[in-house]
C-alpha cells in the first residue's frame, strides 16, 4: 500500500513522469547495480570455496547471504526479491525438465506414501510437543503445521549439484517433496480458515484437492500432448537460437500463474511446465537454456537472499521449546519420510538420504508465522520459534545431503 | 528517499521484519509476474509478427510496450526498470563480444571523424535554430547539446538481427556511436556545469577527458592482457558449463561500474568487457550465453519498457518549433555521421546507413531536459519537445536502418 502510493507519486503528469522517473531511477539503478555486483561476487567466491573443501554451493550461497544480510552490508530491495523469485521458479523448472517422467510414475506410489508419512509424522510431533508444552489446540495445529511442507528449494540444488536429479532416487525425493508441498498447502489452507474463520470449512478444502487433482491430471495427460504438438509448429521452429528461450520462459510462467489461482505455489507450476516440456522435442534445449540463465544468475541470488533474510539475533530469544521444536522439524521428516521409503523397499541408506532432503522448510512454515501473528493465534515468540527452524533446517540439509548421497554412489560403486 | 522509508519501513525488528516483508513480497510478486508475463507474450507475439512483415523485432518491441504503457494496462514497477537496464546492459556487452577488435581499431579514425561531425552538426543545427526561435544562449546550448549523442541500443539491436555486427560497416556504426556517447556524456557534462555554476569549468572537464582516455587505452592494453591470462586460470577451467555465465556477467559489472564512476555509462563500461573479453580464450560461450540470457528475456523487457515510457499525449502540446527540432534530430545526424562516413571513403549508400543507424537519441537528451527543468533553464514546453524528439527518433530508426542495410546487402550481392 505505501509502496503503491510511492510508484503513484511518479505518476503524475507526462513530462513530470518522465523526468522524476529518470532522477528516481538514476539513484535507484546505482544501488541495485552494486548490491547486484556484491552478491554476484562473494556468491562466485563462496561457492568456489565451496567447491575446494567439498561443500555444496548452495550452502556457500547461504552463508554468504547470513553473513551480507546480518553484517548490514546489503539490504534487500524490492527488485533483489523479485529476481530471487524467478530464481526459484526456473530452479523447479529446471528440475521438471531432468525428471524422468516414466520413473515418476513408476515411483507416484512410493512418493505419496512418503509424503504423507513425512508430512503426518512431523504434525502429530509437533502438535503433541506445543500441547505437552501446556499451549491451546489451535496453537498445538498451528505448529504442527508449520512442520509438514518441505521447502523443495534446497534439496533440489543439490540434486542438481550430485546429478541425481534423473535418478530413482532423486526422482522419489523430488516426487514426494512436490506431493508433499501440495498437500501441505491445502493442510495451510484449512488451517488458516480455522483460525480466521473458527470453522472448518469443508466445502473450500474439497473444492481445493478437487482442483488440484484435476490441475495436475490435465498437465500429465493433455497438456503434456498439446505441447507435443505446439513444439513442431512454426512457433518453434522458425525462431532462432537465442529466442528459443522466450517462449519457453512464457509456458513456465504461465503454469505458474495458473498453480496460483487455483491456491497451489508458483514452483508447483514451473516445476509441472518443465515434466510437461520435458516429454517434448524442446527438452534438452529448455533444460540447458534454463539451466544456464538459472544457476549462473538467478538462482544463486535465491539462495542468497533466502540467506539474507537469516537474521541471527532470533537465536538470542530462543527457549527450551524451541530446540525441541528443532529437533522434532529435523527428525520427524526423517522418520516419517525415511521410514516411508524403508517401507516401499528402499534401503536403509537410501531411506535416510530421502529423509534427509526433505527437512528444510521454508514458505509454508512463514506463512504460516505471518498469519498466525496476525490473527492473534501465536505469539511472537513462537514466530520466532518458526523462523529459527526454517533456518536451522536450511543451513543444515545441504551438507548432510551430499554426504549421504555420496556415500550412497561409493557403497552402488564398490558393488 | 520516499522509497527508502518503504523499505525502512520493513526493518524494524527481526520478527516483524520476516513477517512485513512476506505479505509485503507476496502481493509485489503477484503482480510482477504477471506483469512480467504480459510483457513476454505480447513482445513474444509482437516478435513474431514483426518477422510476418520483414521489419525489425525491435519496433515490434517498441511498439507493443507504447501500447501497454499508454493505454494503462502495466506501470512501470521499480523491478522491471531495473531487469530493462541489466537487458540494456547485456546488449552492449554482447554488441563488444562481436565486434571484430583488430577492425575497430582499423576504423578508429574513421570512428572519430564520423563521431565529431556527428556531434557538431547537430549541435550546430539545435543551436542555431533554437537562437532563431527567440531562445537565450544556455537555453540554445541545452538544446544543441540534447542532439549530440546517439542512444546505441536501438542500432546494436538492429544490426544484431541483421548480424552486421562483426561486418565492416557495423563495426564503424558501434564505434562511431561509442564515441559520440562519450562525446556527448562530457558534453552534458560541462553543459550542466554551467547551468549550475554559471561557469565553464576547464578543470573538471580536463579531468573527465584525461580519465576517459586513460580508461579506454588501458582496457585496450593491460585489460587484455589481465583477461588472456586469467582465462586460462582454475576460476574458468575448473567450473561447469552452466557456472561459466557468473564470472562473466560479474566481469561485465565491474566495467559498468568502473565507468559510471569515472562519469561515463554504465553501458559504456560493459561494451568495452565484451571488447576485452572477446579478445579471450572465453570470446564464444560469453557470447553465446550473454546473448541468450539478454535476447531471450532482459532486451526484449529493455526495449518494451522504453516503449512504456513514451508517452502519447506529448505530442498534442507539440508546436511549430518542436517539428523543426525532431526534423534538425534526424538530418543533422544523417548529414553528419553520413558525411563523415563518406569524406573517409565509403559509399553513398554505406554513409547513408551510418547516419540513419545514428539517428536515435534517448539517455542524454532526457537527463539533459531533467536537468534543465530542475534548474529553470528550460520551460516544461522544451523538454516536452526533447522528450517528443527522442520517441520519433527512436520509433522511425529500425525500419529505416533495416531497409537501408538489406538494400546495401543486396547491392554487395549484384556486384
Redesign the interface.
Known amino acids: 500500500m505505501?509502496?503503491d502510493i510511492?510508484?503513484l507519486?511518479l505518476?503524475l503528469d507526462?513530462?513530470h513522469?518522465?523526468?522524476y522517473?529518470?532522477?528516481?531511477?538514476n539513484q535507484?539503478?546505482?544501488v541495485?547495480?552494486?548490491d547486484?555486483?556484491i552478491i554476484?561476487?562473494t556468491?562466485?567466491i563462496g561457492?568456489?570455496l565451496a567447491?575446494k573443501i567439498k561443500q555444496p554451493m548452495v550452502l556457500a550461497d547461504l552463508i554468504v547471504g547470513l553473513i551480507l544480510g546480518n553484517l548490514g552490508i546489503i539490504?534487500?530491495?524490492?527488485?533483489m526479491?523479485?529476481?530471487a523469485?524467478i530464481g526459484v521458479l526456473l530452479l523447479l523448472f529446471s528440475t521438471g525438465l531432468a525428471v524422468n517422467l516414466n520413473e515418476l510414475n513408476e515411483l507416484a506410489k512410493t512418493s505419496t506414501v512418503v509424503a504423507l508419512l513425512g508430512v503426518m509424522i512431523p504434525f502429530i510431533l509437533g502438535f503433541f510437543a506445543a500441547h505437552l508444552f501446556g499451549y491451546s489446540y489451535l496453537v498445538s495445529i498451528f505448529v504442527g503445521t508449520s512442520l509438514t511442507a518441505t521447502s523443495i528449494g534446497i534439496s533440489s540444488q543439490v540434486l542438481t549439484e550430485t546429478k541425481m536429479i534423473g535418478m530413482k532416487i532423486g526422482t522419489l525425493i523430488i516426487g514426494a517433496a512436490i506431493i508433499d508441498d501440495v498437500i501441505g498447502i491445502i493442510a495451510m489452507g484449512t488451517v488458516v480458515g480455522i483460525a480466521v474463520t473458527g470453522n472448518l470449512e469443508i466445502a473450500s478444502l474439497l473444492i481445493s484437492i478437487v482442483l488440484t487433482i484435476t490441475f495436475i491430471v490435465i498437465c500429465l495427460t493433455l497438456a503434456i500432448y498439446f505441447f507435443q504438438a505446439i513444439s513442431n509448429s512454426f512457433?518453434f521452429t522458425?525462431?532462432g537460437?537465442?529466442?528459443?528461450?522466450?517462449?519457453i520462459?512464457?509456458i513456465g510462467?504461465?503454469f505458474?500463474?495458473i498453480a496460483?489461482k487455483i491456491g497451489l505455489s508458483?514452483i508447483t507450476g514451473t516445476f509441472m511446465a518443465g515434466l510437461i516440456l520435458g516429454q517434448t522435442r524442446l527438452s534438452k534445449e529448455a533444460f540447458e537454456?534454463v539451466?544456464?540463465?538459472?544457476?549462473?544468475?538467478f538462482i544463486?541470488i535465491f539462495f542468497v537472499t533466502m540467506g539474507m533474510?537469516f537474521?541471527l539475533?532470533?537465536f538470542f530469544s530462543m527457549g527450551f521449546f524451541a530446540l525441541v521444536f528443532i529437533f522434532l522439524a529435523i527428525f520427524g521428516k526423517i522418520i516419517g519420510c525415511g521410514s516411508g521409503a524403508k517401507v516401499c523397499g528402499f534401503s536403509f541408506r537410501e531411506s535416510l538420504a530421502v529423509g534427509i532432503a526433505t527437512v528444510p522448510r521454508a514458505e509454508v512454515a512463514?506463512?504460516l508465522?505471518?498469519i498466525g501473528?496476525?490473527y492473534n493465534v501465536i505469539t511472537?515468540n513462537i514466530?520466532?520459534t518458526v523462523?529459527a527452524m526454517t533456518m536451522v533446517t536450511t543451513l543444515i540439509t545441504p551438507t548432510l545431503l551430499k554426504f549421504s548421497i555420496e556415500h550412497l554412489n561409493k557403497k552402488k560403486k564398490h558393488k
Open positions: 505505501i509502496f510511492c510508484i507519486f505518476y507526462p513530462i513522469d518522465t523526468i522517473s529518470i532522477q528516481f531511477k535507484v539503478l546505482q541495485f547495480i552494486s547486484l555486483l554476484l561476487i556468491a562466485f561457492r568456489l567447491k539490504e534487500l530491495s524490492e527488485t526479491h523479485n529476481i523469485d512457433i522458425q525462431i537460437n537465442y529466442q528459443i528461450l522466450l517462449p520462459l512464457i510462467l504461465i505458474a500463474i496460483e508458483l537454456s539451466s544456464l540463465i538459472g544457476h549462473s544468475f544463486p533474510q537474521d539475533s532470533t512463514l506463512i508465522a505471518n501473528l496476525k511472537p514466530a520466532s523462523i
